[in-house]
């Protein structure tokens, strides 16, 4: 089965500065997509950003980027100009291409954005 | 559009009972997972339902099953609960046909188990 690991728990980052969270994850597929999502204190989750396996270029979003590293199958989100709004709990995710929607989700590393 | 809606938001059984959760996707949507969320633990996925089907399912023991009917709305059911079943429950609903599946949340329901 897929994992995905979020070896940081807790970061914490001034305003206005940038800040990366990793995760990593293992898989014997080619094709598959990755996922970050927040979860702020209200609960809902929401997507942040994708990134589809197949394709070399990194996904950015605004102020959101990831590095994504196939080979060595890393997959980091970068927040830049940090907002007191990014303040939440980020859960990295994957899915496989095939049929079925099943995805495995990190175990999260909460953001603290500090004024 | 209307978002993933879930009820109850909170509830709390006592050991051995049976719950019954719910889930209205958006509007459109056929695909609903349901996951459970523990501190620690992040989230672990259940199962997944597509046009009434089940689809995928998660490595969670039997007392946890679910349905979806034919409006896309799924249930999801707990039977003789452990305390160890407290948790936020999560739902989330996607077109499901294709590759491009973005998954949209519900809010949860917090199940607390005494």
């Known amino acids: 089965a897929q994992t995905v690991t979020q070896s940081q728990p807790e970061m914490s980052v001034q305003e206005a500065e940038t800040v990366t969270l990793s995760c990593t994850y293992d898989?014997?597929?080619?094709?598959?997509?990755l996922f970050w999502y927040k979860q702020p204190p209200s609960r809902q989750m929401i997507l942040v950003i994708r990134?589809?396996?197949?394709?070399?270029q990194n996904a950015t979003e605004n102020r959101f980027s990831v590095n994504f590293q196939k080979a060595a199958k890393s997959f980091s989100l970068k927040i830049s100009d940090s907002q007191l709004g990014d303040a939440a709990m980020y859960f990295c995710?994957?899915?496989?291409?095939?049929?079925?929607?099943?995805?495995?989700f990190g175990t999260g590393t909460s953001l603290t954005v500090i004024p | 559009k209307a978002g993933v809606t879930q009820t109850p938001r909170y509830l709390i059984k006592t050991r051995g009972q049976q719950v019954t959760l719910s889930c209205s996707p958006i509007?459109?949507?056929?695909?609903v997972s349901w996951y459970q969320q523990t501190p620690g633990q992040g989230l672990q996925f259940l199962f997944e339902?597509?046009?009434?089907?089940?689809?995928n399912k998660g490595n969670f023991p039997g007392r946890f099953s679910g349905r979806q009917f034919s409006n896309s709305r799924s249930e999801m059911n707990v039977s003789t609960l452990e305390l160890g079943d407290s948790a936020l429950y999560l739902c989330a609903s996607s077109l499901g046909g294709g590759l491009n599946n973005e998954q949209f949340f519900g809010p949860g329901t917090r199940l607390t188990v005494l």
């Open positions: 990134q589809e396996a197949y394709k070399q």
């Open positions: 339902y597509f046009s009434e089907t089940q689809r």
């Open positions: 898989t014997s597929e080619s094709d598959y997509y």
């Open positions: 995710a994957y899915r496989s291409a095939g049929i079925g929607n099943q995805f495995y």
């Open positions: 509007s459109g949507h056929r695909s």
